[in-house]
């Protein structure tokens, strides 16, 4: 029996607006990656390539087409399903870190886990063992106002695989950086991927941190123009 793709996404449109103002985000995209794959989605901005990203992590609905998440119709189910495949399987990192301002490293990383209700003494162990794998367990007591960019990065990120996501997307996670964080930040992705097993989708802008990458999918003009 063949091996279903982890994500795979068939003629998948997205419109926006109607009529004379309809913007047609997405033209027929077909896309998949693979268990195990690292793949960095590039494009000049409004290629769509957020858009792309936004659906494959349930955070959009397409406007036509197919997208199965291990062989499930994502796009016919409800937004309370939606909600609960998010979060079960994917890991989130954005390019503004999204960290809670007064709140520490350790119970920033905590909080997918006290939305699952996982007790208190287990949630403590994961989130440290997630903080250790990023290299903050010193920090764990730091708020982000006591952290650097690179820092705060790297608390999103254990906050991200603290659940043990099969799926991680990262939206211009170096974006806020400068070029030598970026690169530790790209190195701490790879090295998940490689040794964890992490299954990785990155939008960048940059060639330099798209070179982390196993493969690169270049968009334009709502469609895909080299994979």
């Not at 189910?77 to 999204?98: A, K, T, W």
Request: hydrophobic letters at 40%; proline letters at 4%.
């Amino acid at each position: 029996m063949d091996k279903v793709p982890l994500v795979e996404l068939r003629g998948i449109g997205k419109r926006y607006g109607q009529g004379e103002a309809a913007f047609d985000a997405l033209k027929g995209v077909d896309f998949t990656i693979e268990q195990g794959d690292f793949v960095a989605v590039m494009g000049p901005s409004g290629s769509g390539k957020s858009t792309c990203m936004n659906i494959i992590g349930a955070l959009d609905t397409p406007t036509y087409g197919e997208y199965l998440f291990q062989g499930v119709h994502v796009e016919s189910l409800s937004r309370d399903e939606r909600s609960i495949l998010r979060r079960q399987y994917f890991g989130f990192v954005f390019q503004g870190f999204n960290l809670l301002a007064r709140t520490t490293a350790l119970e920033n990383v905590e909080l997918p886990l006290l939305y699952r209700g996982i007790e208190t003494e287990e949630r403590h162990r994961l989130a440290r063992a997630a903080l250790d794998r990023v290299g903050l367990l010193p920090w764990e007591h730091h708020t982000p106002a006591e952290l650097s960019g690179g820092q705060q990065q790297r608390v999103a990120i254990a906050r991200a695989i603290v659940s043990k996501p099969l799926l991680l997307l990262a939206d211009e996670p170096t974006g806020s950086l400068d070029s030598h964080r970026s690169v530790e930040i790209m190195q701490l992705l790879q090295a998940l991927n490689e040794e964890d097993g992490i299954t990785i989708g990155l939008v960048t802008h940059e060639p330099e941190m798209a070179k982390f990458a196993k493969r690169i999918v270049m968009f334009r003009d709502g469609m895909i123009e080299k994979s």
